[in-house]
């Protein structure tokens, strides 16, 4: 029903930067929050920053004022802008998206993951 395509991630140095972009398709017809969350080995999975469409953005407190999360509703497009990246932001970064489609009033769907690796 909706499939969600990360990219870019990657290798960078502490102190660097990188872009993630989420691309959400399929049966949409309305987009509720879309996010991102990460999972580090031998962690939990936790929410990184999201974007609804009642309360706005929120970020974890681990990332706040580093990260920027924005999206492009008309593409259905969230972005996520990594900035001052530390060793510990290493971890597989996923896509989330809590939508109305065709089939239902409102289904929870993750992209595959991508990898963040912050080491010098």
């Known amino acids: 029903q909706v499939q969600l395509v990360e990219s870019g991630g990657g290798l960078v140095q502490p102190g660097g930067s990188l872009r993630l972009s989420c691309a959400a398709s399929?049966?949409?017809?309305?987009?509720?929050?879309m996010g991102w969350y990460r999972q580090a080995p031998g962690n939990e999975r936790e929410l990184v920053a999201d974007?609804?469409?009642?309360?706005?953005?929120a970020y974890s407190d681990s990332v706040k004022g580093r990260f920027n999360i924005s999206m492009d509703a008309a593409k259905n497009t969230v972005y996520l802008q990594l900035n001052s990246l530390k060793p510990e932001d290493t971890a597989v970064y996923y896509c989330?998206?809590?939508?109305?489609?065709?089939?239902?009033?409102?289904?929870?769907?993750w992209g595959q993951g991508i990898q963040v690796t912050v080491s010098s």
């Open positions: 989330n998206t809590a939508a109305r489609t065709v089939v239902s009033e409102r289904g929870n769907y």
């Open positions: 399929g049966s949409i017809l309305t987009i509720y929050v």
């Open positions: 974007i609804t469409s009642r309360r706005g953005i």
